[in-house]
């Protein structure tokens, strides 16, 4: 027989506990432990989001050779960044939550896709914002080339808005209505009867998520779940969301640039180092299909403390343009300050300067700025960084025409970056002349092939000699 089972959840960390306790054992927070009961239909494993996988109907083991797995059906989000990152499209009967800051645009990239999906029926629940706004926002993004949908035969609009708030509500919609796709905005609006805490709260985000699961699992339709993410940058405070969803994306962005990206944090159907580009216009998002034009500067002619890297994010090159100031330190302690960039490595870098290349920035303020907005974590910038700053460092502007990609290891040694091809290639198709790659790579390319010069380097005061003379 079934048992309820009562747990302690941290509403902050998510910390499990089967006693109540005042103070969580893990974040050390007080009277954080909120009651949360399972649905639990299981046997005695411990985690909550571990049972509500078990469908709950005795199945045995099947042998793997005997389980038919068609090749996954796709639904065509009609937005070419968007089934990228998805991974070829929306998997049917799958949870795919959308996280992001508040006022990234998450609504204004759901419901901009969803108005474009005339041949699937589709429920907006909002928890939000009243039906007359998404009917403003809807107006505002009609302006785009694609059409309201209208189902053929009918006067309704593919499209059903519902604004509600509890989950058990929703469900009698979706079994009303039938839709293909379900949007939930967002994810910390709802809430549920069995859990007995406000709306928003730990338990309740995982209550109702898990519920969604089992609902898309069991019934076919696809569900997206928008979610706001904390202060501190993880989706809906603890990971507990990602546990439970097939697919995590991410939009991220800075408020005060135009671009979005949208990342795969976790993906069920498909790879995590996709990444999708949209620019934020006043009719909504559109689709950047080449981010590098759009990230270089195009008068860098004779500026000091600029460098173009080849970097990967995902699965596509992008120019990047580093940017560097360095100037002597006003007050006693140097200051190091960098935008999209981890601040750790830049100042591994500078140390690497200082004791293989004889550079002394100790006493400098460095600042180093990745334009655009966008965050890099491909090492291959290491090179372009080290370039940025000794050409603002010595005032000396590097060619227009020239870009670098490189690791650069502890020793002052350039190490080899992966898929070298693709970034030589990015680099010819935007007209660079040279390109700066490490020595290793050379083995696996053929340079005749390209009409950009390579030029291969072993070490940083080899690539300070190519740059500068
Ligand atoms: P929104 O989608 O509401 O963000 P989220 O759902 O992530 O909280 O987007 C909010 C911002 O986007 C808002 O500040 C206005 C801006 N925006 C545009 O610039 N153009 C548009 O066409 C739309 C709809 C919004
Ligand atoms: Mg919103």
Same mark, same amino acid.
């Given at each position: 027989?079934?048992?309820?089972?009562?747990?302690?959840?941290?509403?902050?960390?998510?910390?499990?506990? *089967?006693?109540?306790?005042?103070?969580?054992?893990?974040?050390?927070?007080?009277?954080?432990?909120?009651? =949360?009961?399972?649905?639990?239909?299981?046997?005695?494993?411990?985690?909550?989001?571990?049972?509500?996988?078990?469908?709950?109907?005795?199945?045995?083991?099947?042998?793997?050779?005997?389980?038919?797995?068609?090749?996954?059906?796709?639904?065509?989000? $009609?937005?070419?960044?968007?089934?990228? !990152?998805?991974?070829? $499209?929306?998997?049917?009967?799958?949870?795919?939550?959308?996280?992001?800051?508040? #006022?990234?645009?998450?609504?204004?990239?759901?419901?901009?896709?969803?108005?474009?999906?005339?041949? @699937?029926?589709?429920?907006?629940?909002?928890?939000?914002?009243?039906?007359?706004?998404?009917?403003?926002?809807?107006?505002?993004?009609?302006? /785009?080339?694609?059409?309201?949908?209208?189902?053929?035969?009918?006067?309704?609009?593919?499209?059903?808005?519902?604004?509600?708030?509890?989950?058990? /509500?929703?469900?009698?919609?979706?079994?009303?209505?039938?839709?293909?796709?379900?949007?939930?905005?967002?994810?910390?609006?709802?809430?549920?009867?069995?859990?007995?805490?406000?709306?928003?709260?730990?338990?309740?985000?995982?209550?109702?998520?898990?519920? +969604?699961?089992?609902?898309?699992? #069991?019934?076919?339709?696809?569900?997206?779940?928008?979610?706001?993410?904390?202060?501190? #940058?993880?989706?809906?405070?603890?990971?507990?969301?990602? /546990?439970?969803?097939?697919?995590?994306?991410? =939009?991220?962005?800075?408020? /005060?640039?135009?671009?979005?990206?949208?990342?795969?944090? &976790?993906?069920?159907?498909?790879?995590?180092?996709?990444?999708?580009?949209?620019?934020?216009?006043?009719?909504?998002?559109?689709? !950047?299909?080449?981010?590098?034009? +759009?990230?270089?500067?195009?008068?860098?002619?004779?500026?000091?403390?600029?460098?173009?890297?080849?970097?990967?994010?995902?699965?596509?090159?992008?120019?990047?343009?580093?940017?560097?100031?360095?100037?002597?330190?006003?007050?006693?302690?140097?200051?190091?300050?960098?935008?999209?960039?981890?601040?750790?490595? +830049?100042?591994?870098?500078?140390?690497?300067?200082? @004791?293989?290349?004889?550079?002394?920035?100790?006493?400098?303020? *460095? =600042?180093?700025?990745? %334009? #655009?907005?966008?965050?890099?974590?491909?090492?291959?910038?290491?090179?372009?960084?080290?370039?940025? *700053?000794?050409?603002?460092?010595?005032?000396?502007?590097?060619?227009?025409?020239?870009?670098?990609? $490189?690791?650069?290891?502890?020793?002052?040694?350039?190490?080899?970056?992966?898929?070298?091809?693709?970034?030589? %290639?990015?680099?010819?198709? +935007?007209?660079?002349?040279?390109?700066?790659?490490?020595?290793?790579?050379? &083995?696996?390319?053929?340079?005749?092939?390209? &009409?950009?010069?390579? !030029?291969?380097?072993?070490?940083?005061?080899? %690539?300070?000699?190519?740059?500068?003379?």
């Amino acid at each position: 027989m079934a048992k309820d089972k009562t747990l302690y959840v941290c509403d902050y960390c998510g910390q499990e506990s *089967v006693k109540w306790v005042g103070k969580c054992p893990s974040c050390g927070r007080w009277n954080s432990m909120k009651e =949360f009961r399972t649905l639990s239909n299981s046997p005695s494993r411990g985690r909550t989001h571990s049972l509500v996988f078990s469908q709950g109907n005795g199945e045995c083991p099947s042998p793997l050779n005997q389980i038919v797995a068609d090749s996954e059906p796709r639904i065509d989000m $009609g937005d070419e960044e968007l089934n990228r !990152v998805l991974g070829g $499209g929306l998997v049917p009967g799958s949870l795919v939550l959308l996280g992001g800051e508040p #006022g990234i645009g998450k609504s204004t990239l759901i419901l901009q896709t969803v108005l474009r999906l005339t041949d @699937k029926k589709v429920l907006y629940v909002s928890g939000e914002e009243s039906a007359r706004q998404i009917k403003l926002r809807a107006d505002r993004l009609g302006t /785009h080339p694609q059409p309201l949908p209208v189902k053929e035969g009918s006067e309704e609009s593919g499209l059903l808005i519902l604004t509600e708030t509890s989950l058990e /509500h929703i469900y009698t919609q979706i079994e009303e209505t039938q839709p293909d796709l379900v949007v939930i905005d967002s994810i910390q609006t709802i809430q549920t009867e069995t859990v007995e805490s406000s709306p928003g709260s730990l338990s309740q985000i995982r209550e109702c998520a898990a519920s +969604l699961l089992k609902y898309a699992k #069991g019934g076919g339709v696809s569900i997206i779940l928008i979610g706001h993410i904390t202060k501190e #940058g993880t989706l809906a405070g603890p990971k507990v969301l990602e /546990h439970i969803v097939d697919a995590v994306l991410q =939009f991220e962005g800075d408020q /005060h640039y135009m671009y979005r990206i949208l990342r795969s944090i &976790k993906n069920r159907f498909g790879s995590t180092s996709e990444l999708g580009i949209y620019e934020m216009k006043h009719d909504g998002l559109r689709q !950047v299909s080449n981010p590098s034009e +759009l990230l270089l500067t195009d008068d860098r002619e004779g500026l000091s403390g600029i460098a173009i890297a080849c970097a990967i994010e995902g699965a596509r090159p992008f120019m990047i343009e580093t940017q560097a100031l360095v100037s002597t330190a006003a007050y006693g302690t140097a200051q190091r300050s960098t935008t999209g960039y981890e601040s750790r490595r +830049l100042n591994m870098l500078l140390a690497v300067l200082e @004791k293989r290349v004889g550079f002394k920035l100790a006493t400098k303020d *460095v =600042f180093l700025n990745i %334009a #655009g907005g966008l965050r890099v974590t491909d090492p291959a910038l290491d090179l372009a960084v080290i370039a940025a *700053v000794l050409s603002s460092n010595g005032d000396m502007p590097i060619e227009t025409d020239v870009c670098v990609t $490189g690791e650069v290891g502890l020793s002052g040694e350039i190490r080899p970056v992966s898929r070298i091809e693709q970034r030589i %290639a990015e680099a010819q198709k +935007l007209g660079f002349q040279r390109i700066l790659i490490p020595s290793f790579n050379l &083995k696996g390319i053929n340079p005749k092939q390209y &009409k950009i010069e390579i !030029v291969p380097v072993r070490r940083v005061a080899e %690539a300070v000699r190519e740059l500068f003379g």
